[in-house]
């Protein structure tokens, strides 16, 4: 089997730019934020807050909770269904 | 993709809610008949769930310094059309908004709409008509999962524009500078994700061909050439 190996190196490589992001970095959604403040002229204030803000400590923690989660979940089911052929 | 907490005023969270809503709960409806009638499904529901689940926690570089996220929608969208995965984009829009402050539980309804919805429904569309052309299946899941990509930023681009209209030229001068931000950094993104979709795709047909023409997702003929070496078309 090929694909293992293709999608190892897929997810390697996504990861590796995923690290490589880091700093300055500027998220979509807050340039879209921006954006907002263009078009009012800065006369709209956001109406609620979240509940809760990660700091920069936990924000990694958190993403990396989701990445990992996803990737054990995906890494296993890949593998069951892999092995269900040769059943 | 994520419209931040408190960036659609009054009325349009509450709309975006009122047309989400619906489609969640008849995935929701349809994840339950599956869990009962077609448990051997399952473990492709997890793999869509869970591909959602990592390719939305990327934050990938993209144009002018701007970074941004893939959806990971279209492989749901594919195999179990674009209510189921709207269920699965709710679980991470929910976890995304209460720990990440990504998006906000006001504007969960727009996200929903967006990332669950139509993204979803573009890949879906996007894919049956191509197959019915008779592309290859890695390129219609390639090209699916693509559009699903970008059919989700630019409903964000949309809402945002029907929300917050310019002063001179109204929603269409709005959308265009929405799109300017989410679209344009999105092109590099949509194409990794749909190569990457379609990688994955391609492993789950070679060893569950069976279950995907059960599942109406390849046609009789494709499931047939499978494992001949000749080119897969549904």
Known sequence: MRWPVIIAAGAIAFLAAFYAAGAGMVGSDDRAADVVGDITENSYTRWISPIYEPGDDMEPILFGLQAGAGAVVLSYFILRIGSMTKG | ?234
């Open chain 2, 1 to 234: 993709m994520h419209i931040m907490e408190g960036f659609l005023p009054h009325p349009w969270w509450e709309i975006w809610f009122a047309l989400s809503l619906p489609v969640v709960a008849y995935g929701a409806r349809r994840i339950g008949l599956l869990t009962r009638e077609k448990r051997d499904t399952l473990p492709l529901l997890a793999v869509a769930g869970a591909f959602v689940f990592v390719l939305s926690s990327l934050k990938l570089p993209s144009m002018a310094g701007t970074c941004s996220h893939p959806t990971g929608t279209g492989i749901g969208a594919i195999m179990f059309g674009p209510a189921v995965t709207a269920v699965l984009a709710t679980i991470v829009l929910v976890y995304q908004a209460l720990f990440l402050a990504h998006g906000g539980i006001t504007t969960l309804g727009a996200n929903i709409f967006s990332m669950g919805i139509i993204g979803p429904a573009a890949g879906f569309l996007v894919y049956r008509a191509l197959c019915r052309l008779g592309q290859s299946l890695f390129i219609s899941t390639a090209i699916a999962a693509a559009f699903a990509d970008m059919a989700t930023y630019l409903m964000t681009s949309l809402q945002l524009a029907l929300a917050f209209p310019a002063t001179t030229g109204g929603v269409i001068s709005s959308f265009f500078a929405f799109a300017a931000v989410f679209a344009l950094t999105q092109v590099p993104l949509a194409i990794a994700e749909g190569v990457v979709t379609a990688l994955i795709f391609q492993y789950i047909l070679q060893a569950r061909a069976d279950m995907l023409l059960k599942m109406n997702v390849i046609s009789k003929s494709s499931f047939d050439r499978i494992g001949t070496g000749k080119k897969v078309s549904r």
